[in-house]
Every structure is written in C-alpha cells, then in structure tokens.
C-alpha cells in the first residue's frame, strides 16, 4: 500500500520507498493532500481547481484537474482517486496517510501514538507556485495540526508530572 508522507514533509512512498514520476510531482502531491485532509468525506471538483488553479480561467483549470486526475490514476491505481456523490475521495485501500494515523490516534486517545506519528510539521517546505489559495489552505492545516500536535505534547508532560514521570515531561 502507498502512503502519503504529508507530516514533517511532503512524499508518497510504497514498500520500496518514496515513489517518483507523475505522482512525485507537485500538483499531484497537492491533490493527494488536499483528498487526505478532506478524507472521508471528499472534496468537490470545483474546490480543487480553486485551490490548485485559482488564477486560472475556469474550463482551463477544469481540464488540468482531468488531466492531473487521469495521470494520477494511471500512475496510482484507478482505486486511488474515486468519485463519490460528485465528490473526489482519496481510496483507502490504495493510499494512507500519516495524517490518518495522527487522527486515529488522537480519537482512540493514544497519546503516546498520535505524539509518535507527528515527525514534523504538515507538509513541511512544501509549496505551491502561483496559488495563494492553496497556500492559504496549507498555513491553516499547518496551524490546526500544529496545534493538536501540541495540545498531545502538553497532555502527556501533565500526565508524566502528575505521575511523577519526569522524564515524560521534557
């Protein structure tokens, strides 16, 4: 299975690492990130030319999101990409995320894990040139994750010191 790296960097990997060619590239890293914040729910076509395309006219971003979409299912699996309710929806049996893994953790409780899966800041020296639009919606998601992430920490420093765990608490 693929997994999107979106936590501390910006990468999709498979078994054999970090996977290269039309899914490395930028506008598809995009995509896949904004399926997997939306997940599960999806995201609409029109959303996505917005945040990907915003200054350009609409037909032509329309059909660069064809056309992105084609190649990334091509590249990834026709499951990878699938359209639900006019919504795109990231497949869960093609692609995971380490944001899903952040969120599992956080609604199971697990701390110690939700702590462990956050390497490092949300799409971290990622970029987007030429849309301020997604780089509006990027600094946000770095922001709420930013901030659950620390909220975790600060639990689990009082949780350690209420314990007398010192060493939880640095």
Known sequence: MRTMKLLGGARLEDESGI???????RHTLALLALLAVARPSGISR???VGYLWPE????????????????????????????VKGELVLGSD?????LQ???????????????????????D??????????DQWLEATR?????RHREVLEQLAEA???GGEWDKVA
């Open 143 to 147: 922001d709420e994750v930013r901030r």
């Open 19 to 25: 996977v290269t060619g039309p899914a490395s590239h």
């Open 56 to 83: 350009v006219p609409e037909q032509t971003a329309r059909n660069r999101l064809s056309t992105l979409l084609h190649r990334a299912r091509r590249t990834l699996g026709k499951d990878a990409i699938r359209s």
């Open 46 to 48: 029109g959303k996505l």
């Open 160 to 162: 350690g010191a209420a």
């Open 125 to 134: 020296g990622f970029f987007l040139e030429g849309s301020t639009a997604f």
């Open 101 to 123: 893994t952040f969120r599992t953790a956080l609604d199971r409780g697990d701390l110690e894990a939700a702590a462990a899966s956050c390497p490092g800041p949300f799409m």
């Open 94 to 98: 093609a692609i995971d995320s380490d």
